[in-house]
């Protein structure tokens, strides 16, 4: 898991289809009323961006890319 490697949801891009919380198994997003929130960014698996290749509207980048 990384601490110093997490999503960032682009507020301003993301629908609220939760297709980043519904795909992620390790707990890093939870439901909000606008967006997924990033509750949990150490739960993160580094480098992995499964949630960022299902967003429909590429809202999520990463703290932590160069």
Same mark, same amino acid.
């Given at each position: 898991? %990384? %601490?110093?490697?997490? /999503?960032?949801? #682009?507020?301003?891009? &993301?629908? +609220? *289809? +939760? %297709? *980043? %919380?519904?795909? *992620?198994?390790?707990?890093?997003?939870?439901?909000? #009323?606008?967006? /997924?929130?990033?509750?949990? /960014? #150490? +739960? &993160?698996?580094?480098? &992995?961006?499964?949630?960022?290749?299902? &967003? /429909?509207?590429?809202?999520?980048?990463?703290?932590? #890319?160069?």
């Amino acid at each position: 898991m %990384a %601490a110093t490697w997490y /999503p960032i949801i #682009d507020e301003s891009k &993301c629908v +609220n *289809c +939760n %297709a *980043c %919380a519904d795909f *992620c198994t390790h707990g890093v997003y939870t439901k909000g #009323d606008s967006a /997924p929130k990033v509750s949990s /960014p #150490d +739960n &993160c698996v580094e480098f &992995c961006r499964g949630c960022s290749k299902i &967003c /429909p509207t590429e809202a999520i980048s990463y703290f932590g #890319d160069h």
